[in-house]
């Protein structure tokens, strides 16, 4: 997912990854791209199911 755009920031994308399992439990990870480099900033993991993992990743990186 590509994150919002914000004027004056480089674009962000967020992956999310559901398990296989039984519980389908969530995580995802947060990126800013700049040129041609891509920098971590930040990961939740453990989700269960039904959470909204963009709602989690953005009260992480506030």
Same mark, same amino acid.
């Given at each position: ?15 999310? *990854?559901?398990?296989? +399992? =039984?519980?389908?439990? !969530?995580? @995802?990870?947060?990126?800013? %791209?700049?040129?041609?480099? *891509?920098?971590?900033? +930040? =990961?939740?993991?453990? !989700?269960? @199911?039904?959470?909204?993992? %963009? ?8």
């Amino acid at each position: 997912m590509l994150a919002k755009r914000i004027p004056g920031e480089p674009p962000g994308l967020v992956v999310v *990854i559901r398990s296989a +399992g =039984s519980g389908g439990y !969530l995580s @995802a990870d947060a990126f800013r %791209l700049a040129g041609d480099s *891509i920098e971590l900033l +930040g =990961s939740v993991s453990g !989700l269960e @199911a039904r959470t909204d993992p %963009l709602l989690e990743i953005r009260a992480l990186l506030k």
